[in-house]
């Protein structure tokens, strides 16, 4: 018996020997973040995703750095709170002022201007409202409403629906009642609402002309006015929010998202479809 625990005992040690070894010769992990690869956070709107933008140009940034981006694609509201709570790398988003807000608290450490684009009012091609070649979209938003023609809105604290509630105040109209409708949606599910129920809505211009591919009905029927004008800037999330956030990658990023080459690549998406791009770069 006494043998017998000796030859248990020499195999058990020649077993833990041979675990030692190996870890001692087993090369490090690499680390995350920076050029030797990762993944970022990209907490964005659904305008950049849902127009085939980020489709286009990611791809190149991943390349040269051999990183991955997660695209997180949600309202201007929700991108931001990922980013207040340390859950985003860095934020693209469209709407200024929550964005110097965004920077002033000290959510972020570096904002840059990105492009801009515009929002156009769309409709259907009989236009109940008689809204259709109007430039003032105050006065259009107020032939809306005592039209009572449908109208869906984003409702989701985004961007769009920042600056839908901006025409509505400029309008003196606070929106409500049956023809009003609170989505609560991106901007993709929401045109394909206002498609189905032969409604208005306000969408980027982006968006909306990535949607005419597929043989989408509604048609822009305002456009033009000063308080249409879309711009979108980039930050990045403050690394005190903890040891995740990549910030290395962040300045990386936005260095590359502001950069000459990647601004040609903006500007050309959508030139070949629509004979003008959906965005164009500050």
Known sequence: ?????????????AMLLLVACA????EPAAETGGSDGGVLMLATTTSTDDSGLLAYILPDF??????????????????????MDGNAD????????????FMAEGHGVRREDVMYNDFVIVGPEDD????????????AFRRIADSESTFISRGDE??????????????GIEPSGGWYVSAGQGMGDVLTMAEEQLAYTLSDRATYLSRLTDGFDLVIVVEGDPILFNPYGVMAVNPNKGAHIQADLADQFIDW?????????IGEFGVAEFGAPLFVPE
């Open 1 to 13: 018996m006494k043998r017998t625990i000796r030859i248990l005992m020499v195999a058990l040690f």
């Open 23 to 26: 870890t001692e010769t087993q």
């Open 62 to 83: 991943e390349a040269r750095y051999g990183v991955r981006v997660d695209v997180v694609a949600v309202g201007t509201g929700q991108a931001l709170a990922l980013g």
């Open 90 to 101: 860095v934020v693209l988003v469209h709407d200024r002022a929550r964005e110097d807000t």
């Open 128 to 139: 109940p409202a008689g809204v259709r070649g109007m430039t003032d979209v105050s006065e």
């Open 158 to 171: 985004s961007g769009t629906h920042g600056k839908e509630n901006a025409v509505w105040s400029a309008a």
């Open 257 to 265: 998202l502001i950069s000459e080459e990647t601004k040609a690549m």
